[in-house]
């Protein structure tokens, strides 16, 4: 008898069967039998069924799995099968099962596509309706097919498939983009802590994989701070922590994301609690601390962890002109940077030493993820020294201006 069955998926519920045999179009050996009950079975009930009953049901995934409960039943089949039809408590019937594009995985799918030995690039990180793939130099040949079996297996989820062309070299810190299939537009939307953003992928910056580093910053902020976002890009930190603490004032260089910023504190409603600037970082702490805004700000995050660490000698002598006797309550610094360092921590440390001109004490260090091989991205969180807000001597910036007067 030759079944052609064209989606397994939908088999009558008492139309049982178990494959035997490799997949493709090839006969393989079915056992037709009554019910479906063995699909969520254990071995023990296995051996039950086998024994209870002339039927039992599979689902034809379970034989093409790897696994003990896969093997287990292949193995009860095989046996049975060679006992022949006088002696089997199974009816075995010859067929052909042809399974469609539709049945298989995506994994399942490159798999048989691709070369073999080609390590299959089945991870993707998504943003909003956009899949976007890391491919290997040796996936670019196939680049297309990848992008098209992603696009048709996470479908409608995904609308776009897009690659990374380069690493990131440009100050916004935007990602050089190829569309390989679907819809070209990179505008989308992402929501992340009940809160939605819309970002352009083509002109800002986002990176959904530190969500849950963002979670962990704003754990750490309470109702009575004013947070002051440096690199604030579209705004994840900065909105999100708007609905926590009193005040934020959160800055970007790249008037694209300030746009975007402002757009998503308008469809958020949180336009009353956060201002918008869009300036260079070292402007930007300088401005705070020469206006009256100062004395309120309790929290300072620098998140762009290429540069960063060179923005801190912005903070040396922001209270010179202040009288010391009321001293401000210092900001906790929540800085962000990259390490190759054998010791991360300590290299990390070295560098805000250096910009800060000071040692920083009580450093609390979090290696936040590795980025590459051998390569950490960290946080260092500190109060800002009092030696370094009351310094005379002069940030980079201040020196800058002094020089070019
Ligand atoms: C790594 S992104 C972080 C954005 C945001 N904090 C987030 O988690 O999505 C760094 C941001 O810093 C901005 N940027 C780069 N250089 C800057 C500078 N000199 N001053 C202010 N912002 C800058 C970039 O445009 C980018 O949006």
């Known amino acids: ?88 408590t199974f009816n075995l019937v010859r067929c052909k099962l042809t399974l469609f594009y539709d049945y298989w995985q995506m994994n399942e799918i490159l798999e048989a596509l691709l070369p073999r030995d080609m390590i299959i690039p089945s991870a993707f990180e998504t943003v909003g309706h956009i899949a976007h793939l890391n491919l290997r130099d040796e996936h670019l040949p196939y680049k297309k097919l990848i992008a098209k079996v992603v696009l048709d297996k996470n479908k409608p989820k995904i609308q776009t498939v897009v690659n990374k062309i380069d690493a990131i ?36 910056y986002w990176n959904s994989r530190l969500a849950s580093e963002r979670q962990r910053l704003l754990n750490g902020f309470t109702h009575n701070d004013v947070l002051c976002d440096v690199f604030a890009g579209v705004g994840p930190i900065a909105l999100s922590a ?8 959160a800055n ?29 970082g070292r402007r930007f702490i300088d401005a705070m601390y020469a206006s009256r805004k100062a004395q309120s700000i309790t929290q300072v995050v620098m998140n762009l962890p290429n540069d960063a660490v060179e923005y801190l ?3 040396r002598g922001i209270c010179k002109d202040k009288p010391k006797d009321k001293e401000y309550a210092l900001p906790m610094i929540h800085v962000y940077g990259f390490s190759k360092a054998r010791d991360p921590e300590f290299d990390f440390h070295e560098r805000i030493r250096i910009a800060l001109q000071e ?10 993820r590795q980025v590459a091989p051998g390569k950490w991205m960290l946080c260092a969180s500190f109060r800002l020294p009092i030696s370094v807000a009351y310094a005379h001597t002069m940030s980079r910036m201040q020196a800058h201006q002094v020089k070019s007067f």
């Open 1 to 88: 008898m030759v079944w052609t069955v064209e989606r397994p998926m939908h088999y009558d519920q008492r139309q049982v069967i178990i494959c035997l045999g490799m997949l493709s179009d090839a006969p393989v050996t079915l056992i037709s039998i009554s019910m479906c009950e063995m699909i969520f079975a254990t071995k023990t009930s296995v051996i039950e069924l086998l024994q209870r009953k002339q039927s039992a049901i599979f689902s034809p995934h379970t034989l093409f799995r790897s696994g003990k409960y896969c093997r287990f039943i292949k193995k009860a089949v095989a046996q049975e099968a060679m006992r022949g039809n006088s002696t089997s």
């Open 313 to 315: 000698d912005a903070f």
């Open 359 to 368: 040692v920083a004490v009580n450093v609390e260090m979090r290696r936040v």
């Open 169 to 204: 070299h440009n100050d916004y810190r935007t990602m050089q983009l190829e569309v390989l299939a679907g819809n070209h537009s990179l505008v989308t939307m992402v929501v992340e802590n009940g809160l939605r953003f819309h970002v352009d992928l083509a002109a800002v």
């Open 252 to 280: 970007d260089l790249n008037p694209c994301a300030v746009q975007y910023m402002e757009k998503n504190s308008v469809l958020n409603k949180l336009e009353r609690h956060i201002e918008i600037f869009n300036m260079d």
């Open 242 to 249: 708007a609905k926590i603490v009193k005040h934020v004032y």
